[in-house]
T-cell receptor
Framework: GDSVTQMEGPVTLSEEAFLTINCTYTATGYPSLFWYVQYPGEGLQLLLKATKADDKGSNKGFEATYRKETTSFHLEKGSVQVSDSAVYFCALASGAGSYQLTFGKGTKLSVIP | NAGVTQTPKFQVLKTGQSMTLQCAQDMNHNSMYWYRQDPGMGLRLIYYSASEGTTDKGEVPNGYNVSRLNKREFSLRLESAAPSQTSVYFC???????????????FGPGTRLLVL
């Protein structure tokens, strides 16, 4: 079945540091890939998405590229801010015809001043 | 435009009690979903409704029932609550016109449920 594996947290970075959160997936067909962010006490919000191989999703300084050859969708940001502190979830929607999103377990990011 | 709303925000139940979690969306989306979020487990799908009048089981449906009351509303019912159902419950909706077209899911703020 479909699965998403993302790097274990928590991750603690200083402000303006470079961020990478790794995400790899297993899926049938040609899935769409997503990064969601959850700020403390809130629901999940879509951060970015990519629907086909080599697509790059970007939003708020975050980027992720859909790499079919390595089945990866790593999240990056060049300079994190304290306000980026949140839990980040990688997810996929299988191209095999399912309505379901399959989520990774989440990576908690804390950014310190 | 409120997006996805959920009630209540927080609830404490005793084992064996029943309750219904309410969810509504004002985006005219076809599909709606119920997830539970547990520490270290990510989000797991309980039930979903691809369109008005249909519901299907997700990954962890045992102990739950759902009703798609109309296009806007999708409720989750716990008939006899158990401590293992202590969790944060999220409702989501998406356009999801067909199985071949996956659209972004929009999430509500969540309901924190504690079963004693």
């Amino acid at each position: 079945g479909d699965s998403v594996t993302q790097m274990e947290g928590p991750v603690t970075l200083s402000e303006e540091a470079f961020l990478t959160i790794n995400c790899t997936y297993t899926a049938t067909g040609y899935p769409s890939l997503f990064w969601y962010v959850q700020y403390p006490g809130e629901g999940l919000q879509l951060l970015l998405k990519a629907t086909k191989a080599d697509d790059k999703g970007s939003n708020k300084g975050f980027e992720a590229t859909y790499r079919k050859e390595t089945t990866s969708f790593h999240l990056e940001k060049g300079s994190v801010q304290v306000s980026d502190s949140a839990v980040y979830f990688c997810a996929l929607a299988s191209g095999a015809g399912s309505y379901q999103l399959t989520f990774g377990k989440g990576t908690k990011l804390s950014v310190i001043p | 435009n409120a997006g996805v709303t959920q009630t209540p925000k927080f609830q404490v139940l005793k084992t064996g009690q029943s309750m219904t979690l309410q969810c509504a969306q004002d985006m005219n989306h076809n599909s709606m979903y119920w997830y539970r979020q547990d520490p270290g487990m990510g989000l797991r799908l309980i039930y979903y409704s691809a369109s008005e009048g249909t519901t299907d089981k997700g990954e962890v449906p045992n102990g739950y029932n759902v009703s798609r009351l109309n296009k806007r509303e999708f409720s989750l019912r716990l008939e006899s609550a158990a401590p293992s159902q202590t969790s944060v419950y999220f409702c989501a909706s998406s356009e999801a016109i067909s199985r071949l077209r996956q659209e972004t899911q929009y999430f509500g703020p969540g309901t924190r449920l504690l079963v004693l």
